[in-house]
């Protein structure tokens, strides 16, 4: 078929299956984001603070749809077309969406939070300030090993890139930890957190109205 080399420990049927499966999910990923995406722009009534979080999530998540099928090109093709520079690139932008997308998701939790049990109402003020800082810091963390503080390199199958896991010396040790810490524990025990608060005060609601 191709006139490349395939990834050691790699078959053809490997690289068209893990193509298959990276544009199926990019593809109905893209159009039910874009879904999210244009309803908060065209209808009048979702624009709103607590939307704007889910709206800035889909943004996220649309943009690791992309970053997902440019992946499923690579891999029907059986090779990375765009040089080591173009790799560099892909996994910058798909790291940027990836720690995004988390953080929005516990900032919609935060938000839930405040609506259901403390019934503080979000302001336009605050959820933009909170969105720019989501995107400052995301682009930030992403860029540092661009810097020479942790390294991006290709995927075993070489199709698409990301960080670079077979390296163990401090550099990266220290930045996996860091993300580890900013972009695991924080927002998964800030979701944790807020929906069980959210699951105590509804349940304590219908014990009430029972008795």
Known sequence: MAAYTLPEGFT??????FGTALLVG???????NAISIVSFLTVKEMRNPSNFFVFNLALADISLNVNGLIAAYA???RYWPFGQDGCSYHAFH???SVLASISFMAAIAWDRYHQYCTRQKLFWSTTLTMSSIIWILSIFWSAVPLMGWGV???EPMRTCCTLDYTR???DYVTYMLTLVVLYLTFPAATMWSCYDS???HFKKVHQHRVH
């Open 152 to 154: 991006y390199d290709f």
């Open 26 to 32: 990019g593809v109905l990923g893209f159009f039910l």
């Open 12 to 17: 053809e049927f490997d690289m068209f299956t």
């Open 75 to 77: 891999s029907y093709l």
């Open 198 to 200: 959210i699951y105590k």
């Open 94 to 96: 798909g790291m940027i």
């Open 168 to 170: 163990g010396d401090r």
